[in-house]
């Protein structure tokens, strides 16, 4: 059992629909991020949170400590939010900063 | 400058080849990773540097060989790759120490004839 794991795996959408992603862990961790990858491309930091609810635009990230539960969530969904979504969490204690990744949520927005 | 920069973009390498991948910040970070992604699956840790020294080797086949430079450039070395090394290679950037967040750079797609 991987100790991210993610849901759903694929995510088909309409452009405007709210769409949440869940992130669960079985690990003690220190900060846990969401990443976004588009087709063939490098990838890009959306959010570091390690605790309570982060929001930038219309993303909103989300995570429960006790829970071991971190959720993303987009709202009024763009066929450009088109992605793979990856939820990674770096372990508690230790100095560096290593990351241990989901398997991602290929999301695709239909216009 | 918020930014990770990674040449060349694309790299096509027969496998007695030797050639290098190079990756560049300017935002004062003192860690640098290397990251293998292959297609649809997460990105895989390779190496860490801080502060210049290699600091996590991933178990990384020594055909790999990374090398820091200095505090901005990151280097990796390919000589006598296999096929299964065509992957997506990925740099990032971070303040040193334990929680900090990562800057990715675009990749490098590597395929090995």
């Known amino acids: 059992k991987n100790e991210v794991e993610q849901s759903p795996q694929n995510l088909t959408a309409q452009e405007g629909e709210f769409i949440t992603i869940n992130c669960s862990y079985s690990v003690g961790i220190s900060a846990l991020h969401w990443l976004q990858q588009h087709p063939g491309g490098g990838i890009v930091s959306l959010f570091m ?16 400590i006790q829970e071991k539960h971190s959720s993303l969530h987009i709202t009024a969904s763009h066929p450009r939010d088109s992605a793979v979504y990856i939820c990674a969490v770096r372990k508690g204690g230790g100095a560096t900063n290593k990351l241990i990744f989901g398997t991602g949520t290929l999301l695709a927005v239909q216009p | 400058d918020t930014e990770v920069t990674q040449t060349p973009k694309h790299l096509v ?20 990773y290397w990251y293998k992604q292959k297609a649809k699956k997460p990105p895989e840790l390779m190496f860490v540097y801080s502060y210049e020294k290699l600091s996590i080797n991933e178990s990384v086949p020594s055909r790999f060989s990374p090398e820091c430079p200095n505090s901005s450039l990151l280097n990796l070395h390919l000589h006598a790759l296999q096929p299964e090394d065509s992957a997506l290679y990925l740099c990032a950037s971070s303040q040193a120490g334990s929680i900090n967040e990562q800057f990715f750079g675009p990749g490098t797609r590597l395929t090995v004839l």
């Open chain 2, 13 to 32: 390498m027969g496998m007695t080849n030797k050639k290098s991948l190079k990756c560049e910040q300017h935002m004062g970070h003192r860690a640098m």
């Open chain 1, 49 to 64: 949170l390690s605790s309570g609810k982060k929001k930038h635009g219309r993303l909103i990230a989300t995570i429960n």
